[in-house]
């Protein structure tokens, strides 16, 4: 293993569990409403971006941030991030092997295929009409 990947996993270890400010930490009921305070508004950048999965807008990407801002406070948040960001690292990884490389190009390129044959066959049958404008023949 290199020494920076030891110094990342040091820092990770390090990093769990609260980032609140000292004089925070200092007092329960400071760290208390602190860390009720960091949840509801981690939870609502959850919630908008479980809206945003089937709307238009950066759905996980808000989720990852929620769970980010719940993982300044709380650690269950970043464990679940640490894995997170481990499965996506391998599948980077996975994703730059030059086998699944060729393997995914040539998939793309038999969907891309299908797609103009089916296309081709529907302006072939129908011209260029859309869908709705089709009157019975």
Known sequence: MSDRAET?????ERELGSRAPEFVKARRMLHLSWQ???FVVGLAVVVAGI???PLPGPGWVVIFG????WATEFVWAQLVLR????????????????EVRRRNIILTSIGLVVIAAIVG????KFGLVM???IEDQ
């Open 66 to 69: 929620g769970m980010a801002i």
């Open 121 to 124: 066959f529907y302006l072939w």
């Open 51 to 53: 809206i945003m999965l």
């Open 36 to 38: 009720v305070g960091v």
């Open 8 to 12: 990342d996993e040091a820092a990770d």
């Open 83 to 98: 894995w997170t960001k481990r499965k996506v690292t391998e599948a980077a990884q996975r994703a730059l092997d030059p």
């Open 131 to 133: 869908p709705w404008k």
